[in-house]
């Protein structure tokens, strides 16, 4: 393998996709270079987010060898995000042919049978969740999808289901086609929807605030195309700015507020990816029997963790609550309720400071391992999904 390969993989593992993309990019100059090389390429496209051009990458690779599993995966997810559902499902049925042992492949078929309303969605869901492992769940953290593909995941897993009607309520509100509603329904993540939806918002005040314009010119005694000609000419700001002069009124509303629909509803806030992390113990099974050690560690660690949770709760100071951390990270802790909890809320403070996230779902996953219960816990639930979210956002960002 070249160097250029070995740095952009490494580019690639610690989150720098462009630079990395460019390495990949340079090394197919090289005689040794591989043949799929252009999968590497196609796999960091999708990360960034350009599905078109991962597409285009996958396909030369697959018209050199069919069977190349990694392409068809990466043509599977680009199709999805492009709104080719029937070709995502092609790909992903064609790639359990040659590996019946992908947890993903299965997933990712069963949400667009779900979607299509096919009865064989739980059958491949259940064999989903029988193969299913910590390495399959980290590969799909890279890939976000629309509410349509939230609210099928949600009906096979009998999970909260996404605030699916309010979304297309508000699409509804801007006359789009039906055509284009289910297009964004579909590719678009929640939040770049709800970018999407304050941009049809700022276009509709913009052309609520031409209509009055004209009405208010064709009341003065203009024509459409004299009102067309000023439209040619003048910024709409300089016209509004003329009528509120001529008239001594302002018919203009109020610019439109932001609009932030929630991704669920308000009931199920606690258990949503929304702006906050929740700060509550975690119930585990302790199995020790060594009272004496566990009454001398809560003893000795009570005051730090107590000014951990006050530099929270009270000052909303989460370098202080880290500082605190730090204190009782430099010790070993026997007692397992604490040390369990201790680590959880370690992670939220770093989280909150946008620090170590890999660190931290890696410390997460080792809990779960331990203390499988935690999964049942929905405020874990919740933060652990906003660490993962937080962390591919960090991704993008770099």
């Not at 390429?41 to 990694?70: P, Q």
């Not at 939220?348 to 391992?369: H, P």
């Amino acid at each position: 393998m070249s160097k250029l390969i070995i740095k952009a993989k490494e580019l690639e593992d610690e989150g720098n996709l462009k630079v990395s993309l460019t390495y990949y990019e340079m090394a197919l100059g090289d005689k040794s270079c591989p043949y799929d090389i252009r999968c590497d390429m196609g796999r960091v496209l999708n990360k960034l987010g350009n599905f078109s051009e991962a597409l285009k990458c996958f396909d030369i690779v697959l018209t050199m060898d069919e069977y190349h599993i990694k392409s068809l995966f990466g043509k599977g997810i680009a199709s999805l995000r492009l709104n080719n559902w029937d070709l995502a499902l092609d790909s992903f049925l064609k790639a359990i042919e040659i590996d019946n042992s992908n947890a993903n492949f299965y997933y990712y078929v069963s949400i667009i049978l779900q979607s299509n309303n096919d009865e064989k969605a739980k059958e491949y869901y259940s064999k989903f969740i029988e193969l299913d492992n910590e390495e399959f769940k980290q590969i799909r953290s890279n890939y976000e999808f629309g509410l349509i593909f939230l609210n099928a995941e949600s009906e096979l897993s009998n999970d909260k289901r996404p605030n699916f009607k309010a979304f297309e309520d508000k699409l509804k509100s801007f006359n789009l086609s039906d055509d284009e509603i289910e297009c964004y329904l579909k590719t678009l993540p929640y939040d770049e929807l709800i970018l999407k939806i304050n941009e049809l918002n700022d276009l509709d005040y913009i052309e609520n605030e031409k209509r009055i314009i004209r009405s208010q010119f064709l009341e003065m005694g203009l024509d459409d195309d004299d009102i067309d000609d000023l439209f040619s000419i003048e910024s709409v700001d300089y016209l509004k700015n003329d009528i509120i002069s001529r008239t001594n009124t302002n018919p203009f509303p109020d610019k439109n507020e932001t609009i932030n629909i929630p991704l669920y509803d308000e009931e199920d806030a606690s258990d949503s990816s929304n702006e906050e992390y929740v700060f509550e113990e975690l119930v585990i099974e302790d199995e020790s029997d060594d009272d004496l050690n566990q009454a001398k560690d809560i003893g000795k660690y009570k005051l730090l963790y107590k000014h951990v949770r006050k530099a929270i709760a009270e000052h909303n100071d989460f370098k202080l609550a880290k500082n605190y951390a730090n204190q009782i990270d430099e010790t070993e802790i026997s007692d397992e309720t604490f040390r369990v909890n201790f680590i959880y809320l370690r992670g939220l403070i770093l989280a909150n400071l946008n620090l170590d996230l890999n660190k931290v779902l890696d410390d997460y996953s080792s809990m779960e391992q331990e203390h499988p219960e935690i999964t049942n816990d929905k405020n874990y639930v919740h933060n652990k999904k906003k660490i993962e979210t937080d962390l591919k956002k960090q991704l993008r960002d770099d």
